[in-house]
């Protein structure tokens, strides 16, 4: 079983930074890929990002190239989403993922956390 906690996630203005964690716990972190999704109400879980197990790969939604940044730490467990020049249209709940294949798709990953809330005000 893997468990996964995000963290970081709070209220900032428009220009601002972030950077989100999300510590992961159970089997063997290094052997999954990890992936960042949000949500904002009434709308569907978005792809944002993710990193092969190794971290040799990263990949990016258009939305948030140039802005966001995924990288990891196995030896903490950890993989980062560092947010810079938010907009108001970043707002939502932000959630990690661990799956055994890197990907885009909610269902190719296997474990997801329970999210933490980015709000971004104008």
């Known amino acids: 079983q893997v468990q996964l906690v995000e963290s970081g996630g709070g209220l900032v203005q428009a220009g601002g930074s972030l950077r989100l964690s999300c510590a992961r716990s159970g089997r063997t972190f290094r052997a999954y890929a990890m992936g960042w999704f949000r949500q904002a109400p009434g709308k569907e879980r978005e792809f944002l990002s993710a990193?092969?197990?190794?971290?040799?790969?990263?990949y990016y939604a258009d939305s948030v190239k140039g802005r966001f940044t995924i990288s990891r730490d196995n030896a903490e467990n950890t993989v980062y989403l560092q947010m810079n020049s938010l907009k108001p249209e970043d707002t939502a709940k932000y959630y990690c993922a661990a799956g055994r294949t890197i990907g885009s798709s909610v269902n190719d990953y296997d474990y997801w956390g329970q999210g933490t809330q980015v709000t971004v005000s104008s």
């Open positions: 990193i092969s197990w190794s971290g040799s790969s990263t």
